[in-house]
């Protein structure tokens, strides 16, 4: 299983963009790399996943460079709302879905 | 669609006593997880279910843990005799195995506080 590494923590300020970078350096051909949110008190959310490049949904993007050793998150135009833990997970299928310790997220006003 | 059901939401117990976890995933879904979760850390994964065999529970303590997933659709998860290093939330997912990617859909979790 690839491990990943990702900050423990990040600050950031209402209305800026904030991007999560996780490396990901034994990641297996046939790995995705999925982002997860955790509010406090709530199990963890599915927010995007992707194999390669870029993928954009109404939450977030995920850019994936070519040798796929590493992915950001961008959350756009955050809010108070986006505090919250993101987990960066790689894997295929449902097989043994490991999280590490995520990044914990504080926006401020 | 109804989402992954979960309960109790919270349990107090003291150590040495017994408790016991019910999860129902979203219909249809093949792939049953519990997880534990200990405050400041991330979701640790105890057991996985495939239909009603276990896929790997290489995580679980298997002396005082244990899981039962019958008739591949609910899921138990018990605690005896509970230690106070079991305080935690235990969280519950499943997803549809026959998808590639593997999005897992979680509970709301239960909180168990062992006194």
């Known amino acids: 299983l690839a491990k990943t590494t990702q900050p423990i923590s990040m600050d950031s300020y209402e209305g800026q963009e904030v991007n999560i970078t996780c490396s990901h350096n034994?990641?297996?051909?046939?790995?995705?790399i999925t982002w997860y949110q955790q509010f406090p008190s709530q199990g963890p959310r599915f927010i995007i996943q992707?194999?390669?490049t870029k993928v954009t949904n109404e939450v977030a993007s995920l850019f994936i460079p070519a040798d796929r050793k590493s992915s950001t998150l961008s959350l756009p135009r955050v809010s108070l709302s986006d505090t919250a833990v993101y987990y960066c997970?790689?894997?295929?299928?449902?097989?043994?879905?490991?999280f590490g310790k995520g990044t914990r997220l504080h926006i401020l006003p | 669609e109804a989402g992954v059901a979960q309960s109790p939401r919270y349990k107090i117990i003291e150590k040495r006593q017994s408790v016991a976890f019910w999860c129902n995933p979203i219909?249809?879904?093949?792939?049953l997880y519990w997880y534990q979760q200990i405050l400041g850390q991330g979701p640790k994964l105890l057991i996985q279910?495939?239909?009603?065999?276990?896929?790997?529970d290489s995580q679980l303590p298997k002396d005082r843990f244990s899981a039962e997933r019958l008739k591949g659709v609910d899921s138990t998860l018990k605690i005896q005799p509970a230690k106070l290093e079991d305080s935690a939330v235990y969280l519950c997912?499943?997803?549809?195995?026959?998808?590639?990617?593997?999005?897992?859909?979680f509970g709301e979790g239960s909180r168990l506080t062992v006194l």
């Open positions: 219909s249809g879904h093949a792939t």
């Open positions: 034994n990641i297996a051909t046939n790995d995705y």
């Open positions: 997912a499943s997803s549809l195995a026959a998808r590639n990617t593997g999005e897992l859909f």
């Open positions: 997970l790689v894997g295929y299928r449902d097989d043994k879905i490991i």
């Open positions: 279910f495939q239909n009603n065999g276990v896929v790997d």
């Open positions: 992707g194999y390669k």
